[in-house]
């Protein structure tokens, strides 16, 4: 039976996997990729559109249901590893909370990341900004970017690529501050007794 809920957790994160990739690639709409877009819609898309019936998750433009559908794949994926060790422990359980909640965090914080980052190139390349899809990049970028530099920047106006560093910066710190803090949680829930 270990061996069986093993098995199963290898096969959750490779299909984990697969729908990041899946998710990645709607990014780019316009591009033609062919089969394996296909084979990837087919397998993924079914259990995303499961989730994308949640309204509640969608803020204008932008669909946060993936990310619900990812966490709900990972706390699939710790109870199949909790029941691969063949004994439950609290600190097993609170592992397995903590890690659905790094899942989810980390992969907004990525997003906002690769959306900042995204829209740091097409400044320094000077793309033609007025495409949807860089209407949807600065969509999602100013909100995230005008919250960050009001706090440090509270009373003087900086360029819009100091915005733009000082944002992705900034996240990047909060990720790796938020990584240590979700492996020394980890590190304590896992040496709470029996």
Known sequence: MAYLASILAGMI?????LIFIRIILTWFSGAEFGTPMYFLSCICDPYLNWWRRFRIFKNGPIDFSPLLAL???SLARGVLTIGALGRITL???????????????SWILFFFIAVLVLRLI????NFNIYSPFWRLVDLVAQPVMY???????????VSYLTRIIVSIVVLLI??????GIFRFGVMLFRALPV
Request: charged share 5%; aromatic share 18%; hydrophobic share 70%.
């Open 13 to 17: 994160s490779i299909y984990m996997f």
């Open 71 to 73: 966490a709900f794949l």
């Open 147 to 157: 919250r960050i530099c009001r706090i440090f920047f509270p009373s003087r106006i």
């Open 122 to 125: 097409a400044f320094l390349g």
């Open 91 to 105: 600190g097993l359980v609170l592992v397995l909370v903590v890690s659905s909640l790094w899942t989810v965090l």
């Open 174 to 179: 909060v990720s790796a501050a938020a990584w």
